[in-house]
């Protein structure tokens, strides 16, 4: 069964300094990995995504994140935080067996960005 | 709009009372997933459809929830007899294909839903 684990609920940051999400996953078989963002009352919006291709992905908003196999992680880092950045993110895995690609989500990490 | 979308945005339901939640995915998506997002958590599936078929109810928490997708476009999430562990943000996520094990599924606003 696949699972996805959010290392910190809550994560604050200077503006202009590191981001970094930290996601385990545990998965039998070569996962699919999405990182998605949740800002207050609108929808999840995708950050990017891992499909088995490279092992850097780069996603919107200057955020990427690095599949490693070895680490079963996928964590999300961007250079410089912005104060847009101040959110919640998602990450998730694909459910294998069953319907085609429902998502298994983390419980998510809520991102502030101080002045 | 492009977007998908969800009505009401906040429903207050009396314990024991019905709801219906609708969603209105994106024009031409076959694939249509609903969530549970219960507060402090990431969201949980509960039920998926390919078009008309619900293909997967495997989430849905007990038979008071039932859904469906009768012209595979416009859904409906019901919920009878509500609960007050019930209460949490309903999403619906439509996607283009039929294999969304890796394309993007895209996330509606959500239904806010409380039970008192």
């Known amino acids: 069964a696949q699972s996805v684990t959010q290392l910190g609920s809550h994560v604050s940051v200077s503006e202009g300094a590191l981001v970094l999400l930290r996601c385990n996953y545990s998965?039998?078989?070569?996962?699919?990995l999405f990182w998605y963002v949740q800002y207050p009352n609108q929808g999840l919006q995708l950050l990017l995504k891992?499909?088995?291709?490279?092992?850097l992905v780069k996603g919107i908003n200057g955020f990427e994140a690095e599949f490693k196999k070895s680490e079963t992680s996928f964590h999300l880092t961007k250079p410089s935080a912005h104060m847009s950045d101040a959110a919640e993110y998602f990450c998730a895995v694909t459910r294998w067996g069953g319907s085609q690609g429902n998502l298994i989500f983390g419980k998510g990490t809520k991102l502030s960005v101080k002045p | 709009g492009a977007g998908v979308s969800q009505s009401p945005r906040y429903k207050v339901a009396k314990r024991g009372q019905d709801v219906a939640l609708r969603c209105d995915p994106i024009?031409?998506?076959?694939?249509l997933f609903w969530y549970q997002q219960a507060l402090g958590q990431g969201p949980e599936f509960l039920t998926y459809?390919?078009?008309?078929?619900?293909?997967?109810k495997s989430g849905l928490p007990s038979d008071r929830f039932f859904a469906e997708r009768p012209e595979g476009s416009v859904s409906t999430l019901k919920i009878q007899r509500t609960q007050q562990e019930d209460s949490a943000v309903y999403l619906c996520?439509?996607?283009?294909?039929?294999?969304?094990?890796?394309?993007?599924?895209?996330f509606g606003p959500g239904t806010r839903l409380t039970v008192l």
């Open positions: 459809f390919q078009n008309e078929a619900q293909l997967d």
């Open positions: 024009s031409g998506h076959v694939s």
């Open positions: 998965s039998s078989v070569p996962p699919y």
């Open positions: 996520a439509s996607s283009l294909g039929t294999d969304s094990s890796y394309n993007e599924q895209f």
């Open positions: 891992y499909t088995s291709a490279a092992t």
